[in-house]
């Protein structure tokens, strides 16, 4: 593995965590915060967008499959944060 795809998994481990552009640059070193912000939130066509996106939605797959079940389970509010979910795709 090279340094790129290190960076690349570490940007995706801390992303699934749910930090911020910039505290995963601070946690990195990485000097240039603005442009890696816009790397991890603009630059649609980058490995690190993807990496990022790809750990936030790693959590965000984990958080729905929980709350689905727990609505399954008969969670009234975890059905109703589930329903929200189904409206807003349309699905319903």
Known sequence: MNDDDELLNKITEYSAALLTPFDIAVLLSIDDLEKFTAQCLNWVND??????????????????????????????????LANDWLINQNLK
């Open 47 to 80: 490995p690190i967008y993807r990496a990022y996106h790809k750990g936030r939605t790693q959590t965000k797959l984990e958080l729905h499959e929980k709350v689905i079940k727990l609505a399954k389970a008969g969670s009234p509010k975890a059905d109703e």
